[in-house]
């Protein structure tokens, strides 16, 4: 019986992403529908466990991260958040915490994160959302994870936003942090700006 990459997915208790690595490594055998589809036969996936055998030494991390003092709130939610999926997963695991930009490379908790991917100290890594990495480039991250094999995890990556919304936010980011350099990040200049910007952005 032949099923889909999600079905597989579901009854290894891993991640597609790791089921296209063990493709690459020859691990599992993949057939392909004449749509260039995945498809797995049921009974080549008995040799494999319900969950993938972990490194006791290697643990999960949960990257949150918000722009501005004024979103500590939604910075504790997100933690709150990831701890409570880690958690119920029953992973090892630790919440990396950063308070800056988007577009900033050198965040603390983002130089942690990298060494610590980079050291071969992490199984996987949890985001809420793709953008909370990092505004752009954050395939660069992804990238590294997967040399590194570190599992990546989006928990809300079906509830992707639209091109016009991602792209009205990237640019409140852009214009966000350069007003901030411009007059200071709590100068009431800038929070006026903000302001603004803000209200721009919900009637667009």
């Given at each position: 019986?032949?099923?889909?990459?999600?079905?597989?997915?579901?009854?290894?208790?891993?991640?597609?992403?790791?089921?296209?690595?063990?493709?690459?490594?020859?691990?599992?055998?993949?057939?392909?529908?004449?749509?260039?589809?995945?498809?797995?036969?049921?009974?080549?996936?008995?040799?494999?466990?319900?969950?993938?055998?972990?490194?006791?030494?290697?643990?999960?991390?949960?990257?949150?991260?918000?722009?501005?003092?004024?979103?500590?709130?939604?910075?504790?939610?997100?933690?709150?958040?990831?701890?409570?999926?880690?958690?119920?997963?029953?992973?090892?695991?630790?919440?990396?915490?950063?308070?800056?930009?988007?577009?900033?490379?050198?965040?603390?908790?983002?130089?942690?994160?990298?060494?610590?991917?980079c050291s071969k100290?992490?199984?996987?890594?949890?985001?809420?959302?793709?953008?909370?990495?990092?505004?752009?480039?954050s395939e660069l991250?992804?990238?590294?994870?997967?040399?590194?094999?570190?599992?990546?995890?989006?928990?809300?990556?079906?509830?992707?936003?639209?091109?016009?919304?991602?792209?009205?936010?990237?640019?409140?980011?852009?214009?966000?942090?350069?007003?901030?350099?411009?007059?200071?990040?709590?100068?009431?200049?800038?929070?006026?700006?903000?302001?603004?910007?803000?209200?721009?952005?919900?009637?667009?």
């Amino acid at each position: 019986m032949k099923i889909s990459i999600g079905k597989v997915a579901n009854i290894l208790g891993v991640s597609k992403q790791t089921l296209r690595r063990w493709e690459s490594q020859g691990k599992i055998k993949v057939f392909r529908t004449p749509k260039n589809h995945r498809r797995y036969d049921l009974s080549e996936l008995e040799g494999f466990s319900k969950k993938p055998t972990i490194n006791s030494d290697k643990i999960t991390i949960g990257y949150s991260r918000v722009s501005s003092h004024d979103q500590k709130k939604d910075l504790i939610r997100q933690s709150e958040l990831l701890e409570s999926y880690l958690a119920k997963n029953g992973w090892k695991y630790e919440i990396i915490q950063d308070l800056g930009s988007g577009l900033n490379y050198n965040k603390k908790g983002l130089k942690k994160l990298i060494k610590l991917i980079c050291s071969k100290n992490i199984e996987r890594l949890v985001l809420t959302h793709k953008d909370r990495l990092l505004r752009f480039g954050s395939e660069l991250i992804f990238s590294i994870c997967e040399h590194f094999g570190v599992e990546i995890i989006i928990m809300n990556a079906s509830k992707d936003l639209t091109f016009e919304d991602e792209l009205v936010q990237d640019v409140l980011e852009i214009i966000t942090v350069f007003s901030a350099r411009l007059y200071g990040s709590r100068s009431r200049k800038n929070k006026k700006l903000l302001e603004k910007l803000k209200n721009a952005a919900n009637e667009i």
